[in-house]
């Protein structure tokens, strides 16, 4: 039996769904994601200081403030106010392999409403992983981005979600 | 020797970069980007007709729109108007893997100015993936974005870029 | 005698007036609009199938997204959060005449809150109604739009309203 | 022989035209609409000075301001840039008529562009209209806006083209 | 004993701070700044009715208007839905001196939430004297803004701040 | 005799200017503005590293990010394309003085275009200061913003302009 899609209706129209039933609770979601580059464009953002220019720095802005702009950037996203966004990095280094310099954004979210925020921290993963490309782009065009997806979730009728293993997205 | 960024000035701070000695001329840039599914989402998706809802129309203007927003999102990305911006999906179904089961979209975009346009199609690429995300979400809590890169470019004084291979992000 | 708008203080300084005395409730409100179109343009319309282009599910998006923006277009409006919003359309179809080709649009607002919306409900149909023009344009340069009204509004201190008979705006 | 749209490609699939090729010239357009309200209203309109408050200069700021919002709200329009904007009101009334009390808004656009700013004028009236309601809806809750339609428009390969006759919208 | 930001986190990284478990209450804030000018743009200001042209009746719009987009200027500021905004001016004329020629803006912003609205405030006071500048910039180069600053604020664990003596900026 | 504004028409409409006749020129404009605080919001800022928290490079990102918004934030502001901007900051100390402690902005476009970017400039330097105001209102409650004015602007028909005194504003 095929399932169906909540954000249509049953002729299909793209619908914003209805949540006004839906219970306000305090939600909290956890996004991540991944830059891999070569090793000048890392030794380059490692090297951040105030003297050689922060790119985690403005990055991380970039990231927080399109994580506000989540709704009028999706769809069929809910209009929503949140009550706390952070943005985090770690770094995986190897100069031995160009594909092993990886530096990983975690984007998280808490709020109190009726519906969750992944889509919030998605996106502010994605685009906070979009501006590093943007200022390292000049030492290195090879760049991807990878591994954006849910890490964890909570609040709402479904509780804690975890992401058990790591699923490559190659 | 460590290279230096492009977008910071000589004591690191951040910079929208001078552009206005560089030519205007007519550049196009293509970015790709995947997103992997379990079978229960893909064939949904796939069976997307008016009747059904048609996701990926949902998503080609959802990432058309972000393009035309990058600048407001990159922070060092210059503002910039374009002359064409598509969005194409291609599909990758094999039933038997659940990681085999791939969304590819691309966008292409084109445009006559001094700076390139790579950031609009990536910006363009990602938000069309993350559409199809919030989408299928309550099909598949566990989908994954990846492989968002530059794939081709032309314009500019650096000629035409194509990238030769493919590189795993993950 | 003379009465007053709401959206002015004594000296006639235009303000957003304060609501933060009055009751948080469910509001829903239903506003309609409608745009004529020649025979040829009707037809491409209702043509739309996957394969000939979905107008009216980009126009659904476009409308959709544009509720979201209300506050941001319509300068006294309140900021609000919404919990639902859907966009429809209907058809009276008449080849003999070149006036009789309409679509209508409904947009239905959701919300628990403050105030009515009333606003987004009449944005969200003004867009996707501009979106169906835009589309549309290159078959009929004479396409009308008209008919913008709100049709049916419930909650608050006013209960429901319900357009009784239908006014021409000519 | 069924025309087709150019906002599709072959396969149907939205697309943001390629103007590339078009060539660079003076465009102009103009846009026109009406709001039709009870007599009530339309004397506070009419008595907007400073004292009372200016309800049509609050529309004509928001129906510019919307017109530079054209490309975030139309999802296929080309960003551009304008080298003018301009909103002018109208008036016929008439007290022993409801439905004869009219404000028609026109939005008329200059720019040096590929592509010509219709939808930007058509934008401009559509939320000049919409600003009148907001601040009028207090007064009468039966207003309609209609007649929405380009007027004239000129530059391009096609030329000066200026509506015939009024059609109605209704 | 040097002091710290609530506003970076122990690593010194930029955060949205967490105010999931603040209280929810009423609170007001009202900001004010003032915009200095020669004789000429005072007199033109001041002679602002709807037939020379009402530079304070736009400036109050914009101020409204862009205080609503504060979240989106300000980077860590909390998306937040307000309940009423309102902008004032007030004048001190002095035709002897250019520097007494003053306009006082003030913006005051009204909501219920979990954080104040001095941003908000102090984001509509700019901007409204931006606007002020821009029609004026004509008549007058050498306008200044300044003395933008908190005047009130109430509610929140910390109640009621008043600003005690003007202290000047420069 | 009473100057006239260049905003308003004969009839004092607001109106975005018409430039479509004057020429596309390389243009310049440099804004500045100041921010007071007391010592212990000072040196907080001035211990700005990556570990404390780097205030100015938030600061810098948002006044670039507003810069680009300018056209949406100042009602009749042309949209236009810039080619550069900057934003740097200078200090002001004195520990025996709340007064006395100042950081100064300075935002610097550059581009090609048929209009100025001062309004651009000043939008940057207001919402950079406001940004800092911000992150430092937890030290100091009592912080000014001001002296916000065009420091230099060159091209078009008005050639060089040099702010020759500084005029305080307070």
Not at 95 to 101: A, G, L, M
Not at 147 to 150: A, D, M, P, V
């Given at each position: 039996m095929e399932k169906d899609f909540?954000?249509?209706?049953?002729?299909?129209n793209a619908i914003m769904i209805?949540?006004?039933?839906?219970e306000t609770t305090s939600r909290t979601a956890i996004a991540k994601g991944i830059i891999s580059m070569n090793a000048d464009a890392m030794n380059a953002v490692l090297g951040g200081t105030v003297k050689k220019g922060d790119v985690l720095g403005v990055a991380r802005i970039a990231g927080i403030m399109a994580a506000k702009k989540c709704a009028s950037l999706i769809p069929l996203c809910h209009p929503l106010n949140f009550d706390k966004c952070t943005i985090d990095f770690k770094f995986k280094k190897d100069?031995?392999?160009?594909?092993?310099?990886e530096i990983e954004a975690a984007c998280e979210i808490k709020l109190t409403g009726k519906t969750g925020a992944e889509m919030e921290a998605l996106t502010g993963v994605s685009i906070a992983l979009l501006t590093i490309y943007d200022m390292c782009k000049a030492l290195d065009k090879t760049m991807v981005i990878g591994?954006?997806?849910?890490y964890e979730k909570s609040g709402g009728k479904n509780g804690l979600y975890k992401q058990e293993t790591r699923i490559n997205a190659d």
């Open positions: 909540s954000h249509f209706d049953s002729q299909g209805d949540i006004s039933q839906k100069d031995s392999s160009i594909e092993k310099n591994n954006i997806r849910l």
